[in-house]
């Protein structure tokens, strides 16, 4: 972290002549230099906005989060730091671009046909296993919930 090594050297030394160090120390560490974007996006607030601003990211029409409030809604309009976005419930809600994120649902496939032509056979869902069972004679579903008995539905 460039900025954090600058403060521990004496004010004499010009920004050039600093950056020179930094990277002779860095390159003696054999430390290569990396984005602080893909391991911490919280906290790296300007490549935040730079990939806001060029629409990689938080586009109309996405689902999002405010981590803040938990409200998740539809991005409706975009402002310069801000986006504003709407709920299902038709709350709108305004929030900074960093304290927003993606909003994760869940699929859950538990019909035995995926599309009415073909049957559901994803790994890991309650379909597959319901074909399972239909193709063994003899079989029957009991207990297979037994872990997500107490998941909240």
């Known amino acids: 972290d460039f900025k954090r090594f600058r403060e521990g050297l004496p004010p004499e030394f010009s920004r050039k002549k600093a950056m020179e160090l930094y990277d002779s120390v860095r390159s003696s560490m054999n ?15 300007q490549t ?6 060029s629409k990689n990211i938080f586009n109309v029409g996405d689902l999002v989060e405010n981590v803040n409030t938990g409200l998740i809604g539809r991005i409706i309009r975009r402002g310069t730091n801000y ?17 927003i ?3 994760y649902t869940e699929k ?3 019909r035995k046909m995926r599309t009415p032509k073909k ?3 994803l790994f890991g869902t309650g379909g597959r296993t319901k074909n399972a069972i239909d193709a063994v004679p003899g079989q029957t579903q009991k ?6 008995k107490y998941r909240k539905k």
């Open 31 to 45: 430390i290569k230099e990396n984005k602080v974007w893909q391991i911490a996006p919280k906290y790296d607030f």
């Open 48 to 53: 935040l906005r730079e990939e806001y601003v």
């Open 83 to 99: 986006l504003i976005c709407v709920t299902e419930d038709n709350i709108m809600f305004k929030s900074w671009i960093k304290d």
């Open 101 to 103: 994120a993606e909003a």
């Open 108 to 110: 859950i496939m538990n």
């Open 119 to 121: 049957p559901n056979t």
């Open 143 to 148: 207990g297979l919930d037994f872990i997500n």
